[in-house]
């Protein structure tokens, strides 16, 4: 079985030939921590969870790390003084590091509510200052970087002069970047527009700063990436990944710093998730076209006739491929919620199964097996994967019916590979238990008693029920509506 990568450096699908046999070494750029991470963040994150969890099972030992980028990435007009940290601490009034401390916990809480395995390491930027600084001096020792009033860029100019291609990723040449480049960053300490900071100086106002050889200043956002890739996955490494925005300029810069820093390039295969819409637009919190995770699965939204467990949520994202679009709607999360039920009901039959080794079976079961791993090695296909699941619930549902037969010993080996396909590898939870209508009806109960006692202002009672759920995993939401709850 051979695994199939689509790598965005060549631009096509490549047999993947780990640097180290059965090892793998991945980095993906994880989140800016100065607000909430809102779904089309979670859906980049998900893709890479599944590729994850799908290397594990192919047999691999992966080392995966992602990044918390919690220090100097800059707005988009590049301007020091929009530091999205610095601003986000004087809108809500807080410590910088409380600033970071708050969205990164909850950011663990999203993934970890739609079933995301943790990295292995989970580096900070803030934790590497010493590493971003030897490497912003190496590149000025060997000539890729100048230090202009307190900052430090990296000269593209130079890179290319000595046969390097600054581009080679997102396919740009550099005359038309010269051309199309109204960077307001850096005027008139840049040689060129295109020159990117290693290093920049802190303004008076800028409260995040480090002492370092130019004077105070914070670590440019593409340099972070470099450092602790490499501290911990070597100077070429297996698999980089990260949303497809981040294809130019932010890994166009890792690559030209990877090879000015080592001479080599510092990534085999460079994967990139594509983009969630919501309404045909890419979500994103500057256009306003987003929606936070917990307004999904809590229902408090506009966009959604109703609520969807994560589990749904993640189900629907794995229909399409990582690398093609998807547009999320209420349609779409309402088909996604049946073809669910139909698969966990299908389990749930085949535990019921009686076996007859007399009968041949019309299903060949390592026909079928052959075809998920072929979906699951031609770049991690998990929307043809889960076409061939739905081929083994339409068996499942035969069998149910007596239109066909299974023998014992293809009886187990479909419950077990089926199981890992939908639980290890999808990363799919079994919700059933979870929503069974006892459970439901305790709860309105609950919610009901804990009413009574806010209308007769026994506050002490209503807390201590609410934290009591809480404490076992269930959230109360107070809402428009009424109260709902939120199984963690
Ligand atoms: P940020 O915190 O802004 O660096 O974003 C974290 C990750 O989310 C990056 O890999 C982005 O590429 C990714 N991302 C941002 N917007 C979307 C979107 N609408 N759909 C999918 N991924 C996104
Ligand atoms: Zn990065």
């Known amino acids: 079985m051979q695994l199939k990568i689509y790598n965005s450096l060549t631009a096509e699908k490549e047999i993947f030939k780990p640097i180290l046999e059965g090892n793998v070494g991945m980095y993906v750029c994880g989140p800016t921590v100065y607000s909430n991470v809102h779904l089309g963040n979670v859906r980049t994150f998900l893709s890479f969870d599944f590729i994850y969890r799908s290397l594990i099972h192919l047999g691999y030992k992966v080392r995966y790390v992602r990044n918390i980028t919690d220090a100097g990435h800059l707005t988009d007009d590049g301007d020091v003084n929009n530091d999205r940290f610095v601003k986000q601490t004087r809108l809500e009034k807080l410590e910088p590091m409380e600033i970071v401390q708050k969205y990164t916990v909850d950011f663990h809480k999203v993934l970890d509510m739609f079933n995301l395995l943790p990295p292995n390491i ?53 005359e038309e970047l010269f051309a199309n480049t109204r960077d307001l960053d850096g005027q008139g300490e840049k040689k060129n527009p295109q020159d990117f900071a290693l290093w920049k100086k802190a303004s008076p106002a800028h409260i995040m700063r480090w002492n370092s ?78 929606i936070l995770p917990m307004q999904l699965v809590s229902g408090e939204n506009d966009f959604f006739e109703k609520s969807f467990h994560p589990t749904i949520v993640r189900f629907c994202f794995l229909q399409a491929h990582y690398r093609s679009v998807l547009d999320i709607s209420n349609d779409a999360m309402l088909a996604s919620e049946k073809g669910f039920s139909r698969l966990m009901e299908a389990l749930k039959i085949l535990n019921s199964i009686t076996p007859n080794d007399e009968k041949q079976s019309g299903f060949s079961l390592e026909d079928w097996k052959t075809k998920c791993y072929d979906a699951l090695t031609d770049d991690f296909n998990s929307p043809v994967l889960i076409a061939h699941l739905f081929e083994a619930v339409k068996f499942i549902f035969a069998l149910k019916d007596d239109k066909e037969t299974i023998s014992t010993k293809d009886l187990e080996d479909l419950k077990s590979t089926l199981n890992a396909f939908v639980f290890d590898v999808l990363g799919l939870q079994n919700i059933e238990e979870n929503n069974n209508e006892k459970l439901d009806q305790t709860l309105q109960v609950l919610i009901e008693l804990r009413n009574q006692a806010r209308k007769s202002k026994n506050f002490d009672l209503s807390d201590q029920i609410r934290d009591k759920l809480l404490a076992e995993g269930i959230e109360l939401k107070d809402g428009r509506e009424g109260t709902t709850y939120v199984l963690n």
């Open 213 to 290: 050889p130019w004077g105070e200043g914070f670590p440019g956002w593409h340099l972070e990436c470099t450092a602790m890739s490499t501290k911990y996955l070597g100077e070429t490494f297996d698999i980089h990944g990260g949303g497809m925005d981040l294809k130019f300029p932010h890994h166009e810069c890792e690559i030209a710093q990877g090879k000015a820093c080592n001479g080599a390039s510092p990534v085999n295969y460079w994967m990139h998730a594509n983009m969630l819409t919501m309404n045909s637009q890419r979500m994103s919190k500057s256009t306003g076209n987003y």
């Open 122 to 174: 989970e580096p900070t930027a803030t934790g590497h200052i010493v590493e971003q600084i030897k490497l912003t001096q190496k590149l000025i020792e060997t000539g890729f970087a100048y230090e202009s009033n307190g900052s430090v860029y990296f000269d593209v100019l130079e890179y290319n002069a000595r046969g390097l291609n600054y581009g080679e990723l997102s396919k740009r040449n550099i």
